[in-house]
């Protein structure tokens, strides 16, 4: 099974000298973070949807140890449109994830919730940690505080599966996140796997900071 990986943006919030998806935690790049997630699982054929500075990461790619196929899929091309020129080649079941998210999932679990549903595409879900605090109140007096409590609301954590079919809500032009994602949950094609345990995307300094702190060990079998 083909595991794609969007590997195209700027990541104009981290403002580092290198490509995002090679922005390093823990001394190697968050996208070979993702990558071992799915080799722990058996999963290692993938193919790097790569854009803004896609030479540098297609570069790094030659030296990993899985067999990596980079396919520049243009500088400022949205996601869905990264997804969607790859139509011909996607004929079966395939996973799909970003180059900067990381997690302890049971990608067998997924795959296995995404067969019994029969959906055309799962998205994993997840409960992100808050980035600040919360007041709890009683009325007009304040009761308490709970200091970065999970979310209350289920948001998308990547770790897609996605049949073929499902590229016939992608065009040129899609992004993703947006319609095509919101077509396939109007038309009862997206199914939702909820993961509780650890999640967390590299998009800020400060993101960089606590996976370094909290290390592999969270999200890659020791």
Same mark, same amino acid.
């Given at each position: 099974?083909?595991?794609?990986?969007?590997?195209?943006?700027? !990541?104009?919030?981290?403002?580092?000298?290198?490509?995002?998806?090679?922005?390093?935690? +823990?001394?190697?790049?968050?996208? %070979?973070?993702?990558?071992?997630?799915?080799?722990?699982? !058996?999963?290692?054929?993938?193919?790097?949807?790569?854009?803004?500075?896609?030479?540098?990461?297609?570069?790094? +790619?030659?030296?990993?140890? %899985?067999?990596?196929?980079?396919?520049?899929?243009?500088?400022?091309?949205?996601?869905?449109?990264?997804?969607?020129?790859?139509?011909?080649?996607?004929?079966?079941?395939?996973? @799909?994830?970003?180059?900067? !998210?990381?997690?302890?999932?049971?990608?067998?679990? @997924?795959?296995?919730?995404?067969?019994?549903?029969?959906?055309?595409?799962?998205?994993?879900?997840v409960r992100p940690e808050l980035p600040f605090g919360v007041a709890h109140l009683d009325g007009e007096r304040v009761?308490?505080?709970?200091?970065?409590?999970?979310?209350?609301?289920?948001?998308? !954590?990547?770790?897609?599966?996605?049949?073929?079919?499902?590229?016939?809500?992608?065009?040129?032009?899609?992004?993703?996140?947006?319609?095509?994602?919101?077509?396939?949950?109007?038309?009862?094609? @997206?199914?939702?796997?909820?993961?509780?345990?650890? %999640?967390?995307?590299?998009?800020?300094?400060?993101?960089?900071?606590?996976?370094?702190?909290?290390?592999?060990?969270? %999200? @890659?079998?020791?």
């Amino acid at each position: 099974m083909d595991v794609v990986i969007l590997c195209g943006g700027r !990541g104009t919030r981290l403002n580092g000298e290198r490509p995002k998806p090679l922005m390093e935690i +823990a001394g190697r790049p968050i996208v %070979w973070h993702v990558m071992s997630i799915y080799a722990a699982h !058996g999963l290692r054929d993938f193919v790097l949807l790569t854009g803004h500075r896609g030479d540098e990461i297609a570069d790094w +790619a030659r030296g990993v140890e %899985w067999p990596v196929e980079c396919i520049d899929t243009g500088e400022d091309t949205p996601t869905g449109g990264r997804v969607h020129a790859l139509r011909d080649r996607l004929t079966a079941p395939f996973c @799909l994830t970003y180059a900067d !998210g990381v997690a302890d999932i049971d990608l067998a679990a @997924l795959l296995g919730h995404h067969r019994a549903t029969g959906a055309l595409a799962t998205m994993t879900v997840v409960r992100p940690e808050l980035p600040f605090g919360v007041a709890h109140l009683d009325g007009e007096r304040v009761t308490g505080f709970a200091e970065k409590p999970v979310s209350d609301h289920w948001v998308n !954590g990547g770790f897609f599966v996605l049949e073929p079919d499902a590229l016939a809500y992608l065009d040129a032009d899609a992004v993703l996140e947006r319609e095509p994602l919101e077509r396939l949950a109007a038309d009862g094609a @997206l199914a939702a796997h909820r993961h509780t345990g650890f %999640w967390r995307c590299l998009d800020t300094a400060k993101d960089a900071a606590a996976l370094e702190e909290a290390g592999p060990g969270r %999200w @890659l079998p020791i």
